[in-house]
């Protein structure tokens, strides 16, 4: 991936929206446990009252809890609250607190003074604590009756006047101790407890002054479910803007990808299209950029996602019980283990996958090329059975790897739930000891479950990363490998106008891993106005010569010039430029006839189009057609037959009006008439140009100024077709061997 990296570059602004939006949906998805944890604390438990300390208390209640605080915060308490003098109020003011506590006059009401700024803290601590002291007083003294209290009575504490006038007195008489101690239990409680614990007292303290509670409960409950659904619907938005950033990055990567493959493998010589192959090439251009697409579109998400939800996911859920904490690591440990043991088994075929793909396309493609070969030789069986071994054992691979995969998931699932229970078995008895609460328990679950989750996203980082890797090493390949033909970086251009002048100079060549040449010592010149042939048994030599003038090869000893310019010197494009070539193998291209006759002048009107087809000798087949030149051309041109796949390819060469021409072995497909028609027209349409044909029959290069005789790649006779009669060997018994004796007189 690291060879890689250069091609998110234009695309690191997605990346750092992305990862923006990532942040914060990781704030959000860790923020509605606690909200959810609020609702059941706060707003179920609690009735909705956020605070400890009460905004508005009777005389009597105030009175009874300060005998619960220490003289300090006794004192502190009597300095923050004042008497409620309604006739003081504004109307306004006045109409409001009446609706609000209406017994507030006749138990002579105090009031939290609401502009100290501290004043909210100070009280909440001080009550927290007077709270606890009551309530394990109460629970001592009845312990001493004979009655068990626990704390999680302190729902049927009464705070009625009538009750609390009675309990006055009764302190007085009690043991000082008795107090003491409760006060000094509850400083020793942490806060989570004397909040929990007063949050009762306060609700009662409420309910004696008229408030109506289940009116201040469903307010807090739709406070915090409406703040709940505005952070659902900013999950969702930043869940919408994270795909967008990731399809975007990795649509545009693998855009980018493929561009650079496909143009890369268009500079390939033969050599390097042997070295990958046909197949490899084109899993390399699909398969293996759809697999980094979908590591940079999803799995890019999840690998920033799923460390920050894990660690966020510990903090919160040991913010809600750090008792619990070894449950996290107990579930993180046996995750890890099911993921090593699954990984360890999966990971190792993830890396054939790609090369058993390989292999299956390029059985697949030789099977629908060889179509015609195979249903010639009825050998249909054995490629059946040749796909069905490459097909079986790609299945084989992906069920052996997703069944491993398969068994993660319920295993997963199992431990989620596992680890639930074990949860809330803990949990219980932690919220029976008064020392958590359900809402925080519940929140821890979701927490767990939520670092759970990450570790099953970084496991599927452990999936796609894998294939990605090796995917992005067999594209690297491609993109580093150079091609053996390069443009200069000094280069010579052509003087114009071109003249077309083709010299040899002691030529050399071989393929690349090979320990001979296949050419030896060529030398000769082409000259325009000419046609030089080359002619010679199977395997001579004379494609491969022809090949090396558009540079599809280079040579590799002397040198071959083109108006005396080397070349090797010239860019490449100028060179192909100057050449209308006409393969051995006719190719058409998808489109239309018109389309594929273009390809050797963008530009070209109908008339330049039906002059090229008339020296092809192609007008005649062509207007038959029920479109004419623009009758539809299927792949490679099948729709048409071999002759007339070729013709069109002479006349797609004929279109460009180039200097030089190379014809390699194009008339083979030809009957005779149509050969000799053809050759006829050539020369009167091309006549200044240098014409260089590759030929397997001696009727269709006889005529030729030049013929080059090859044999074992070196020249064995050069001359027209009388003086090679005589002085030639090799012609003469190739001569021999096609035409009668009167053709030969």
Same mark, same amino acid.
């Given at each position: 991936?690291?060879?890689?990296r250069?091609y998110l570059?234009?695309?690191?602004?997605y990346?750092a929206?992305?990862l923006?939006?990532?942040?914060?949906?990781?704030? !959000? @998805?860790l923020?509605?446990?606690?909200?959810m944890?609020n609702?059941?604390?706060? +707003?179920?438990?609690?009735?909705?009252i956020?605070?400890?300390?009460?905004?508005?208390i009777?005389?009597?209640?105030l009175?009874?809890?300060?005998?619960f605080m220490?003289?300090?915060?006794s004192?502190?308490?009597?300095?923050?609250y004042?008497?409620?003098?309604?006739d003081a109020?504004?109307?306004?003011?006045?109409?409001?607190?009446?609706?609000?506590?209406?017994?507030?006059?006749?138990?002579?009401?105090f /009031?939290?003074d609401?502009?100290?700024p501290?004043?909210?803290?100070?009280?909440?601590?001080?009550?927290?604590?007077?709270?606890?002291?009551? $309530?394990?007083?109460m629970?001592?003294?009845?312990?001493?009756?004979?009655?068990t209290?626990s704390?999680?009575?302190?729902?049927?504490?009464?705070v009625?006047?009538a009750q609390?006038?009675?309990? !006055?007195?009764?302190?007085?008489?009690?043991?000082?101790?008795m107090?003491?101690d409760?006060?000094?239990?509850a400083?020793d409680m942490?806060?989570?407890?004397?909040?929990?614990?007063?949050?009762v007292f306060t609700? &009662?303290?409420?309910?004696?002054?008229?408030?109506?509670?289940?009116?201040?409960?469903?307010?807090?409950?739709?406070?915090?479910g409406?703040?709940?659904l505005l952070?659902t619907?900013?999950?969702v938005?930043?869940?919408?803007?994270?795909g967008?950033?990731?399809?975007?990055?990795?649509t545009g990567v693998?855009?980018?990808?493929r561009?650079?493959?496909? =143009?890369r493998?268009t500079?390939?010589?033969?050599?390097?299209?042997?070295r990958?192959?046909t197949?490899s090439?084109?899993?390399?251009?699909?398969?293996?950029?759809? /697999?980094?697409?979908?590591?940079?579109?999803m799995?890019?998400?999840v690998?920033?996602?799923a460390?920050?939800?894990?660690?966020? #996911?510990?903090?919160?859920a040991?913010?809600?019980?750090?008792?619990?904490?070894?449950?996290?690591?107990?579930?993180?440990?046996?995750?890890?283990?099911?993921?090593?043991?699954?990984?360890?088994?999966?990971?190792?075929?993830?890396?054939v $996958?790609q090369?058993?793909?390989?292999?299956?396309n390029?059985?697949?493609r030789?099977?629908?090329?060889?179509?015609?070969?195979i249903?010639?030789?009825?050998? /249909?069986?054995?490629e059946?059975?040749?796909f069905?071994?490459a097909?079986k054992?790609?299945? @084989?691979?992906?069920?052996?790897?997703?069944?491993?995969?398969?068994?993660m998931?319920? =295993?997963?699932?199992?431990?989620?739930n596992?680890i639930?229970?074990?949860?809330v078995?803990?949990? #219980?008895?932690?919220?029976?000891e008064?020392?958590?609460?359900?809402?925080?328990?519940?929140?821890?679950?979701q927490y767990?479950?939520q670092i759970i989750?990450?570790?099953?996203m970084?496991?599927?980082i452990?999936v796609?990363?894998?294939?990605?890797?090796?995917?992005a090493?067999?594209?690297?390949? !491609?993109?580093?490998?150079?091609?053996?033909?390069?443009?200069?970086?000094?280069?010579?251009?052509?003087a114009q106008?071109?003249? +077309?002048?083709?010299?040899?100079?002691? !030529?050399?060549f071989r393929y690349?891993?090979?320990?001979?040449n296949?050419?030896e010592?060529v030398t000769?010149?082409a000259?325009?106005g000419q046609?030089?042939a080359?002619i010679?048994?199977?395997?001579s +030599?004379?494609?491969?010569?022809?090949?090396?003038?558009?540079?599809?090869?280079d040579v590799t000893?002397?040198?071959?010039?083109?108006d005396?310019?080397?070349?090797?010197?010239l860019?490449q494009?100028?060179l192909?430029?100057?050449?209308?070539y006409?393969?051995?193998k006719?190719?058409?291209?998808?489109?239309?006839?018109?389309?594929?006759?273009?390809m050797?002048?963008?530009d070209?009107?109908?008339?330049?189009?039906?002059?090229?087809c008339d020296?092809?000798?192609?007008?005649?087949?062509i207007?038959n057609?029920?479109?004419g030149?623009?009758?539809?051309?299927?792949?490679?041109?099948?729709n048409?037959? &071999?002759?007339?796949?070729?013709?069109l390819?002479?006349?797609?060469?004929?279109?460009?009006?180039a200097?030089?021409?190379?014809?390699?072995?194009?008339?083979s497909?030809?009957?005779?008439? =149509?050969d000799?028609?053809?050759r006829?027209?050539?020369k009167e349409?091309?006549?200044?140009? =240098?014409?260089?044909?590759?030929?397997?029959r001696v009727?269709?290069?006889?005529?030729?100024? /030049?013929?080059?005789?090859?044999?074992?790649?070196?020249?064995?006779?050069?001359g027209t077709h009388?003086?090679?009669?005589?002085?030639?060997?090799?012609?003469r018994?190739?001569?021999?061997?096609q035409?009668?004796?009167e053709?030969?007189a």
């Amino acid at each position: 991936m690291i060879k890689l990296r250069r091609y998110l570059k234009p695309y690191l602004g997605y990346i750092a929206v992305m990862l923006l939006l990532l942040l914060c949906q990781a704030a !959000v @998805d860790l923020n509605l446990p606690n909200m959810m944890s609020n609702i059941v604390n706060v +707003g179920i438990q609690r009735s909705g009252i956020t605070e400890t300390a009460p905004d508005v208390i009777g005389s009597d209640a105030l009175s009874l809890m300060m005998r619960f605080m220490p003289a300090a915060d006794s004192e502190r308490i009597a300095q923050l609250y004042s008497p409620v003098d309604l006739d003081a109020m504004p109307e306004k003011e006045r109409s409001r607190f009446a609706k609000a506590w209406p017994n507030a006059q006749a138990l002579s009401a105090f /009031q939290l003074d609401p502009e100290s700024p501290d004043a909210r803290a100070q009280a909440d601590a001080i009550f927290g604590r007077a709270c606890y002291a009551m $309530m394990h007083f109460m629970q001592t003294l009845s312990e001493q009756t004979g009655k068990t209290v626990s704390a999680g009575d302190a729902d049927h504490v009464s705070v009625d006047t009538a009750q609390l006038a009675k309990l !006055v007195p009764m302190l007085d008489t009690l043991a000082p101790e008795m107090i003491s101690d409760a006060v000094d239990a509850a400083a020793d409680m942490p806060d989570a407890m004397t909040e929990q614990t007063a949050s009762v007292f306060t609700k &009662g303290f409420y309910t004696e002054l008229g408030a109506d509670i289940g009116a201040r409960q469903t307010r807090y409950i739709f406070s915090i479910g409406g703040k709940m659904l505005l952070l659902t619907l900013a999950l969702v938005s930043c869940a919408l803007g994270t795909g967008l950033c990731g399809s975007r990055l990795g649509t545009g990567v693998a855009r980018d990808l493929r561009r650079d493959v496909f =143009t890369r493998v268009t500079s390939f010589t033969n050599n390097e299209y042997d070295r990958f192959g046909t197949a490899s090439l084109i899993t390399r251009t699909s398969n293996d950029v759809m /697999q980094i697409r979908g590591l940079l579109s999803m799995g890019l998400r999840v690998m920033f996602y799923a460390p920050i939800i894990g660690i966020g #996911g510990i903090f919160m859920a040991l913010n809600k019980s750090a008792g619990m904490a070894w449950i996290i690591a107990l579930a993180a440990a046996v995750i890890f283990g099911v993921i090593l043991v699954l990984f360890s088994i999966a990971i190792p075929r993830f890396k054939v $996958m790609q090369k058993l793909v390989d292999r299956l396309n390029l059985v697949s493609r030789e099977n629908l090329s060889g179509m015609l070969v195979i249903r010639a030789f009825a050998t /249909q069986e054995f490629e059946e059975k040749r796909f069905a071994k490459a097909n079986k054992e790609l299945a @084989d691979n992906n069920l052996y790897v997703y069944r491993a995969m398969a068994v993660m998931m319920p =295993t997963m699932m199992f431990i989620m739930n596992l680890i639930s229970l074990l949860i809330v078995w803990v949990g #219980g008895h932690q919220i029976a000891e008064a020392s958590m609460q359900v809402g925080d328990m519940m929140a821890f679950i979701q927490y767990t479950m939520q670092i759970i989750m990450s570790f099953l996203m970084i496991s599927m980082i452990f999936v796609m990363v894998p294939r990605a890797a090796v995917s992005a090493s067999r594209i690297a390949e !491609v993109l580093q490998t150079e091609s053996a033909v390069q443009d200069p970086e000094a280069p010579e251009h052509l003087a114009q106008p071109v003249q +077309g002048v083709i010299r040899f100079n002691d !030529v050399s060549f071989r393929y690349d891993g090979a320990s001979e040449n296949i050419l030896e010592h060529v030398t000769f010149t082409a000259r325009p106005g000419q046609t030089t042939a080359f002619i010679g048994s199977t395997g001579s +030599g004379k494609s491969t010569l022809v090949n090396l003038i558009p540079r599809f090869y280079d040579v590799t000893e002397g040198s071959i010039t083109l108006d005396g310019v080397d070349i090797r010197s010239l860019p490449q494009q100028e060179l192909r430029d100057v050449i209308g070539y006409v393969p051995q193998k006719g190719v058409l291209f998808s489109g239309d006839i018109a389309s594929n006759l273009r390809m050797g002048c963008a530009d070209a009107d109908e008339s330049v189009l039906n002059g090229a087809c008339d020296t092809a000798q192609a007008t005649e087949f062509i207007s038959n057609l029920p479109e004419g030149l623009h009758t539809p051309i299927s792949q490679g041109g099948t729709n048409v037959s &071999g002759g007339q796949r070729q013709r069109l390819s002479i006349a797609r060469a004929l279109v460009k009006d180039a200097p030089i021409y190379i014809f390699d072995d194009t008339f083979s497909a030809l009957d005779f008439k =149509t050969d000799a028609s053809l050759r006829a027209a050539l020369k009167e349409r091309t006549g200044n140009s =240098t014409m260089l044909i590759v030929a397997q029959r001696v009727s269709t290069i006889m005529h030729a100024e /030049q013929i080059i005789v090859m044999d074992e790649g070196r020249v064995v006779g050069i001359g027209t077709h009388r003086e090679l009669l005589e002085n030639c060997s090799t012609y003469r018994e190739i001569a021999q061997s096609q035409l009668s004796k009167e053709e030969l007189a």
